[in-house]
């Protein structure tokens, strides 16, 4: 449920997870009256299923992760003005049972398959060349399979793991050839483990 909505140039809401299974994606309905009579609807979404293995990095977000069972959360808004009001759309269970407006609910899951799909992309590069390669030789062929993808097909992961493989290339590069390729062997199962979240919660139970 949403309520302790703050309008104005702070805005924020509170969400509270008032069932028994974590909840893994939200979606506010944020409702305004811009003129007499009229009424105008946006929708928030927040998905947090992949910090299932992200919520430990330096730099993740608090606002994204799970919210357990009988926790509660204050989420930032958008400046609102004083007539707006809040209300819970849709939600995805950390089971991947989900409760809402349909539509919703389906470009959750949409975005969820594309992030998998993407992901695998990147575990199959990974795949194909480190069994067989190691150190200056696996980057070099890693960044020419990520640079032929790039820059029409490049989406969020790819992106990542190309700017991983380059960043591992230059320290290659400053004669830490065994550090680089630990770190990028590293990197690879940890792309390996999103891509395995991911791939459990595409899937709507």
Known sequence: MAKNLATGSSSHVELVNTGT??????SLGITTHPEAGKTHRVIHTGDAYIAE?????????????????GQSRVLPLDPQPADATV???AVVLEDGTALGEPQILKEIFDKRTRERDDLRKVVDIFNAVLPAKQGAAALEELKARFTALAPSAESTPLRSAREAVEAFSQKAGTGKADEADQSLRKYAAFVQKQYDVAARHSVRK
């Open 21 to 26: 299974k974590a909840v893994t994606a939200w």
């Open 53 to 69: 293995v992200t919520r430990d990095l330096p730099r993740s977000s608090p606002h994204l992760d799970w919210l357990a069972p």
């Open 87 to 89: 209300e819970v759309m």
